[in-house]
């Protein structure tokens, strides 16, 4: 766990048949690269790849089990003192610097809430219920800082305890008997064990925009919201129905991905 740079982005990309998570880990590292020229990017991945735009390129450390459940290993893997962790299906719309400000009193941070394509923090509880019905706080793992400490240590060591433990530690649950371990759930367990307000920071920060239907007023999940919606990229930014995203941007419709690095290629060929 040797530390390369101070600060940096870290990307997992934990590739399968069905989804090209490398394809989104390179359009979110472009968008980091054209807004923050200087940032420090590590990809964490079980693939080949050999894109530039990553400074670090490492495989997980331990042997994989597939899907979420390697999520614990970026402590392991971080070649960060302070690493924040993005999701792979995410767009970074602006400069996100001031980002280590908010960070720098508190040894971990998950991100809290999110906003629909308007910019409004949401409600809708469609993807929440049973976070609600177990009171889990309404955390999400997409956005996560750490700094090398004790708390990020424990944070860790719980998210890999369940995960590892998942068939046992549902049965605590409600209605989770047939439900699979997912990350948000799993961070969120680990937030309320430690104590959320030692993991969170107050007034939903950070938060992103997430561009699942029923959050943007769609009825249906059978066709994604680039079908549905009016959208464009302006430079680095993307509007939807005119409207400028002024948050990290989950688009969630991973092929998608390639749209956004295309543009990204572009963009930076032409700086």
């Not at 249906?220 to 948050?247: L, M, S």
């Not at 390639?258 to 990204?264: D, L, T, V």
Request: aromatic letters at 16%.
């Amino acid at each position: 766990m040797s530390i390369q740079y101070e600060r940096g982005y870290l990307i997992l990309a934990n590739n399968n048949d069905s989804v090209d998570y490398l394809a989104c880990a390179r359009a979110l590292a472009k968008s980091l690269r054209w807004h923050m020229p200087d940032c420090k990017i590590c990809l964490l991945t079980n693939d080949n790849e050999t894109d530039t735009v990553f400074d670090i390129i490492k495989p997980y450390p331990y042997s994989l089990k597939g899907g979420w459940h390697d999520d614990w290993q970026a402590l392991e893997a971080t070649p960060f003192r302070e690493t924040i962790k993005l999701e792979a299906d995410m767009l970074i719309t602006g400069n996100i610097n001031h980002w280590w400000n908010w960070f720098e009193h508190r040894d971990v941070v998950v991100s809290t809430g999110i906003r629909n394509y308007q910019n409004q923090l949401s409600d809708n509880r469609a993807y929440r219920g049973l976070f609600d019905d177990n009171e889990l706080p309404d955390v999400y793992n997409s956005i996560t800082y750490w700094r090398r400490s004790k708390m990020a240590y424990e944070f860790f060591r719980l998210v890999k305890q369940f995960f590892e433990n998942w068939i046992e530690v549902r049965k605590i649950l409600k209605y989770c008997d047939t439900v699979p371990a997912n990350t948000d759930m799993i961070y969120a367990m680990a937030a309320k064990h430690i104590g959320v307000e030692q993991v969170t920071l107050p007034g939903n920060w950070p938060n992103m925009i997430h561009m699942k239907s029923a959050i943007n007023y769609l009825k249906t999940d059978a066709y994604p919201w680039v079908d549905e919606f009016v959208w464009e990229f302006i430079e680095g930014k993307i509007r939807i129905n005119t409207i400028e995203q002024q948050w990290p941007f989950h688009y969630h419709y991973k092929k998608f991905a390639h749209i956004a690095e295309e543009h990204y290629d572009k963009l930076l060929a032409s700086s």
